[in-house]
């Protein structure tokens, strides 16, 4: 059973970072691509980044030049790099791969 859970939320000034971790198990990381993900309270989830079993990496114009996505394949874990936070960014973290999601970590942006 593939299962993802997502770790390393919580609330941060603006301007702060935070680097989200997502822990994969039951699967071998490195046939799939793996994306961020999140949604904030009464909008849409929406797409954040995505880095591909390749290391090829995309982001939202949003959060371009902010937020860095890698990969441990060894580890079977994503990151989530996020600089220069703003309170738009706050929402919940969800990773992806595959069919399978996490059950997403709090963000919160806020002085």
């Known amino acids: 059973q593939v299962q993802l859970v997502e770790s390393g939320g919580g609330l941060v000034q603006p301007g702060g970072s935070l680097r989200l971790s997502c822990a994969a198990s039951?699967?071998?990381?490195?046939?799939?691509?793996i994306g961020w993900f999140r949604q904030a309270p009464g909008k849409q989830r929406e797409w954040v980044a995505t880095?591909?079993?390749?290391?090829?990496?995309n982001y939202a114009d949003s959060v371009k030049g902010r937020f860095t996505i890698s990969r441990d394949n060894a580890k079977k874990t994503a990151y989530l790099q996020m600089n220069s936070l703003k309170p738009e960014d706050t929402a919940a973290y969800y990773c992806?791969?595959?069919?399978?999601w996490g059950q997403g970590t709090q963000v919160t942006v806020s002085s």
């Open positions: 992806t791969m595959g069919e399978t």
């Open positions: 039951g699967v071998t990381l490195d046939y799939y691509d």
């Open positions: 880095i591909s079993s390749l290391g090829t990496c």
